[in-house]
């Protein structure tokens, strides 16, 4: 085939052009090479995470929309409608915030059938308050001392992720908080031991003394943390007494089986800073669900109206529970396969599926896939003025040798066999530049996207601390896993109160800096395919535009315009 | 029977007209010089045979068929010859890659080509380092002798030469124009545009063109 051939002495008459283009795609290459690797990277350290991860979630009620929904109704037709107390309709709208949107036990365990799940707990809380001869741990009495303020900034790092495992450790208490109720303790009952993953081999809790309740169990055992047996001076198999909040008459007696401790964090600043004792870690009670669903059916049977004495509204004394329900899934394609069935389950959209798992993985790679978009644009703007610049040097070169081109033609090649010389020549010094330029760029990869990481790190930590000091002292608000979207979106508030942070790997939550600082690979042949798929494009652009030249020439004006 | 044709050609650059009404016939085996002031329109009519232009009006049958309805492509690079005025070569290739390449272009096989390209460009009086030399380092005579040569590589049947001889000294003329009658001599066609009497004495026919009066 003498076209090669001619393209290949063609290349080596005309050195300089070529190392020109050569030194241009090879620039263009190994940037789009870096690029291209570091969006792999981020697709694989996605999917090397996810990869045998089992995934929790939860349902909640997603308030925000519920909010869009009341909204317009509330100016419908150009006129309001009838509302009481200045226009708003307080109890509509309390009833759309309030309880009244949880999701039943029965409708739970009725998603639960669902094929994606794998296995499905609850907990129950509820607030109860003490007796005499049994009080919450409490620090009101402590002084803020300077000491302690330092130390609360030195722990203050720890906070992004203890909140997920507080969350985990104490589901309910925010709705407690919201409903005013003040209580002495969270009492949390477990569906199943399975669900109590903090006292699991990862987990940060472990009984020191006596043993845990018995599964399942209908009778009134519970286990209690040391700090609150050392306070009441509590022993293995004593009994404590818990009472309604809202009727002292009403108690229950509860056996101590066990004592644990946590390795948790200083739970003494939590409270303080959520000002309510039954927050406190050390507050919160373990005992079986089973036995909670005894006192809640008591206490409804007991139940009685009451008037408060300051804003004179009317409440029931029967206890409240706080439902949460855990799925578990044994991979993320079986939790993103739920959503579908639980909808066909009849689970309305007013709900949303959520995972602090996927949540607080898709945090740790915030950076990562921050960059990967980052690279993408980058990607497209190299691509794009690699492009424009390898068209406008064919055109020099085509019209540099346009009196080629003539005397080709007027010999009798054929115009097509000449510009496929040209493409091949281009095709050539391209293909060339561009292995080249992988070969540099797969090189490079690894410790440039390391490099920029460690860029884009500090930035999105100098972005937490400017919020950090927005909000005081509240790092990792918004990144907080269990709150999906922060704290804006209180449909997230659900996911802090499942059982815990079950199955996320070490390494994700052991630390504050949760986030993925490195990669190890990125060229694979993904990467190979898409920088020939480049090297196509390239040509075919440059290329296309020589086409078009040689095509237009007319070998015989070209030869007598010569000069 | 004649190879090539001509049936009344008209010919004009814009409002120029060049060539009028030009009847024609050139057959095998015959050397032809066609004669005429400079800008009478040799060079355009030369185009106008080598399929490079096209007559606005009238014929050009190559073995009795209108050049316009064969493949140009192959007329160019197989059957005609042309050995350009202002030679044509590439210029940064040698003189011995501008011929091989008009071989490769004619689709030339079975043959060593560089053996042959060599042969012929010895044959027009290059050496072979000269034959080796990029056509842009040859003097005028050389790169016309180069262009001679090109057209002979790929034996075609007819020879389209514009003054193939005009910058050669009398003893190259002689030589090449001896090439030119071998050629015709076995059968070939050989069409040249000369100034020189003595050129046009070897031919066996001439054909003047009369400068185009302003009518
Ligand atoms: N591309 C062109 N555009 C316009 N006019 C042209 C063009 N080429 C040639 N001409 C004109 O056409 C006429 C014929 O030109 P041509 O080159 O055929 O002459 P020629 O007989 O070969 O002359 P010479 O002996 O000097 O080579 C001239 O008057 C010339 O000026
Ligand atoms: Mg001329």
Redesign the pocket.
């Known amino acids: 085939m003498y076209i090669l051939k001619n393209s290949f002495k063609s290349i080596g008459r005309s050195k300089g052009r070529n190392v020109l283009i050569g030194i241009i795609v090879l620039a263009i290459s190994v940037s789009a090479c870096i690029g291209l690797s570091i969006r792999q990277a981020a697709q694989n350290a996605k999917e090397s995470a996810l990869e045998g991860m089992s995934i929790t979630a939860t349902i909640s009620y997603d308030r925000q929309s519920a909010m869009k929904d009341f909204q317009p109704s509330m100016g419908e037709g150009g006129k309001r409608p009838e509302m009481p107390e200045g226009g708003f309709d307080r109890s509509e709208f309390s009833k759309m915030m309030g309880n009244d949107n949880s999701l039943s036990l029965e409708e739970y365990e009725k998603y639960a059938e669902a094929d994606s799940v794998g296995a499905f707990y609850y907990t129950t809380t509820l607030s109860l308050n003490g007796s005499d001869n049994f009080l919450p741990v409490s620090d009101e009495t402590e002084d803020e001392t300077e000491e302690d303020s330092v130390e609360s900034e030195e722990n203050s790092q720890d906070f992004g992720f203890e909140m997920g495992g507080f969350g985990g450790k104490m589901p309910g208490p925010m709705g407690n908080m919201m409903f005013g109720s003040m209580s002495d303790f969270s009492v949390v009952g477990y569906s199943t031991h399975a669900a109590m993953s903090n006292f699991s081999a990862e987990g940060n809790s472990t009984i020191t003394e006596g043993v845990m309740f018995t599964d399942e169990t209908e009778d009134f055992e519970c286990v209690i943390s040391e700090e609150l047996a050392i306070y009441n001076d509590i022993n293995v198999g004593d009994t404590v007494i818990f009472t309604n909040p809202n009727n002292e008459e009403e108690s229950y007696e509860f056996t101590v089986t066990g004592i644990y401790t946590s390795t948790e964090g200083n739970t003494t600043d939590f409270s303080a800073m959520m000002g309510a004792t039954s927050l406190d870690p050390a507050n919160s009670i373990y005992t079986s669900s089973n036995a909670l669903a005894v006192i809640i059916a008591n206490s409804e049977e007991n139940s009685s109206t009451m008037t408060d004495e300051d804003t004179g509204r009317e409440y029931e004394t029967a206890l409240t529970s706080t439902l949460s329900a855990t799925y578990v899934f044994k991979d993320v394609e079986s939790y993103e396969k739920f959503e579908d069935e639980a909808r066909e389950l009849g689970l309305s959209e007013e709900y949303t599926i959520s995972s602090s798992d996927v949540a607080a993985y898709e945090n740790s790679i915030t950076p990562l896939t921050t960059l990967s978009k980052i690279a993408g644009y980058f990607l497209l703007v190299i691509l794009g003025i690699g492009a424009i610049v390898l068209v406008v040097l064919n055109i020099f070169n085509v019209r540099e040798r346009k009196y080629e081109i003539g005397v080709l033609t007027a010999m009798g090649m054929k115009k097509g066999k000449v510009a496929t010389q040209f493409l091949c020549e281009i095709f050539a010094v391209t293909l060339s530049a561009v292995l080249i330029g992988a070969i540099i760029g797969g090189v490079c990869a690894v410790p440039v996207t390391n490099a920029l990481l460690d860029s884009q790190l500090a930035q999105t930590k100098a972005n937490e601390e400017q919020v950090q000091e927005n909000f005081g002292g509240m790092p990792n608000m918004g990144n907080m896993p269990g709150m999906p979207g922060g704290m804006g979106g209180m449909g997230g508030m659900g996911g802090m109160s499942k059982p815990d942070n079950i199955d996320i790997p070490e390494g994700f939550m052991g630390e504050a800096q949760n986030y993925i600082t490195e990669i190890d690979s990125a060229m694979n042949l993904t990467v190979v395919i898409q920088m020939l798929g480049i090297a196509v494009l390239l040509t075919l652009s440059a290329g296309a535009v020589s086409m078009l030249f040689v095509m237009r020439y007319d070998p ?2 070209i030869l ?2 010569r000069d | 029977m004649s190879i090539l044709t001509l049936e009344n050609i008209n010919f004009s ?2 409002k ?1 007209k ?1 060539l009028k009404d030009i009847s024609y016939e050139f057959e095998n085996g015959k050397m032809y010089c066609i004669v ?12 106008l045979l080598s399929g490079l232009a096209k007559p606005h009006s009238g014929k050009i049958l190559y073995k009795g068929e209108d050049i316009k309805n064969t493949d140009k492509y192959k007329y160019r690079s197989k059957y005609i010859g042309v050995i350009f ?1 202002s030679f044509n070569l590439i210029t940064k290739y040698t003189a011995l890659e501008n011929v091989m390449l008009s071989m490769d272009i004619a689709g030339v096989k079975g043959i060593n080509k560089k053996k042959k390209a060599m042969e012929l460009l010895l044959s027009v009086g290059l050496d072979e380092d000269e034959a080796n030399r990029r056509v842009l380092k040859l003097s005028g005579g050389q790169m016309q002798r180069v262009a001679i040569a090109r057209a002979l590589s790929y034996d075609p049947e007819i020879i389209l030469a ?2 193939p001889t005009g910058n050669l000294d009398t003893e190259t003329q002689n030589e090449i124009m001896e090439i030119f009658n071998s050629l015709a001599e076995q059968g070939k066609c050989v069409i040249l ?1 000369s ?1 020189s009497p003595d050129v046009a004495k070897m031919c066996d026919e001439c054909y003047e ?1 009369k ?2 009066s302003k009518k």
């Open positions: 015989l004006k007598a315009n | 650059y814009g120029t060049v005429g002031k400079s800008g009478a329109g040799k060079t355009t009519l030369l185009s005025q514009d003054e545009v100034h063109l400068r185009n």
